[in-house]
């Protein structure tokens, strides 16, 4: 079974800090790639960064950035310098063949 | 580039009546398109997978006969809620690859409401 779990249903930020949303996963494939999307209240699915399973190197993207732990099936989001357009939904997603997600966190930035 | 748009936006209908959402990729060819249900404040459900020129493969506990999907070419593909029921009333969303590893592309989602 593949399965992707995030742990936190909320989370706060202060404008301007640091804020990491966990997730885990599960999957008997060898090769998969990973994703964090973001659903703003309009609810259109953007992509906010992915990882291949197979590089090391953790990816990043401007001031998002992830930690892949790939032994321990662990992918967090790190968002830094947190701005108010930041505040959505993040959902971790998982694909090989089908594209599963997990179920989400709401993130809220405070000015 | 990359993107996929998904018809109508929202759509009402009657209990007992069938409604069809499509689902486009405008600039790439989509191998791969699913489909997808949202409650509110929950997380994407995948209902359904399909490829082009097959049948599609449907998630378990989602009813074949009620959520017809079709995915006829290479940019189209709909979803038919048939005989639709209040209880059917959720966001569905599509979205579309074009690799088997590859992100996927979404569309803007579709709110349908059964009365």
């Known amino acids: 079974a593949q399965t992707v779990t995030q742990s936190q249903p909320e989370m706060s930020v202060q404008e301007a800090e640091t804020v990491t949303l966990s997730c885990t996963y599960d999957?008997?494939?060898?090769?998969?790639?990973l994703f964090w999307y973001k659903q703003p209240p309009s609810r259109q699915m953007i992509l906010v960064i992915r990882q291949e399973a197979y590089k090391q190197q953790n990816a990043t993207e401007n001031r998002f950035s992830v930690n892949f732990q790939k032994a321990a099936k662990s992918f967090s989001l790190k968002i830094s310098d947190s701005q108010l357009g930041d505040a959505a939904m993040y959902f971790c997603?998982?694909?090989?063949?089908?594209?599963?997600f997990g179920t989400g966190t709401s993130l809220t930035v405070i000015p | 580039g990359a993107v996929v748009s998904q018809h109508p936006s929202w759509v009402i209908c009657k209990s007992g009546t069938s409604v069809k959402i499509e689902c486009r990729s405008l600039?790439?060819?989509?191998?791969?398109m699913f489909w997808y249900r949202q409650f509110p404040k929950q997380s994407l459900m995948l209902m359904a997978t399909?490829?082009?020129?097959?049948?599609?493969?449907?998630e378990q506990g989602v009813e074949k006969d009620k959520f017809l999907i079709n995915h006829a070419s290479l940019t189209l593909s709909t979803l038919t809620v048939t005989s639709a029921h209040p209880e059917d009333s959720s966001f569905y969303i599509c979205?579309?690859?074009?690799?088997?590893?590859?992100?996927?592309?979404f569309g803007q989602g579709t709110r349908l409401t059964v009365v």
């Open positions: 999957t008997s494939e060898s090769d998969y790639y």
């Open positions: 600039d790439f060819q989509a191998t791969t």
């Open positions: 399909s490829n082009e020129g097959s049948k599609a493969t449907y």
């Open positions: 997603a998982h694909t090989g063949n089908q594209f599963y």
């Open positions: 979205s579309a690859k074009t690799g088997k590893r590859t992100e996927a592309f």
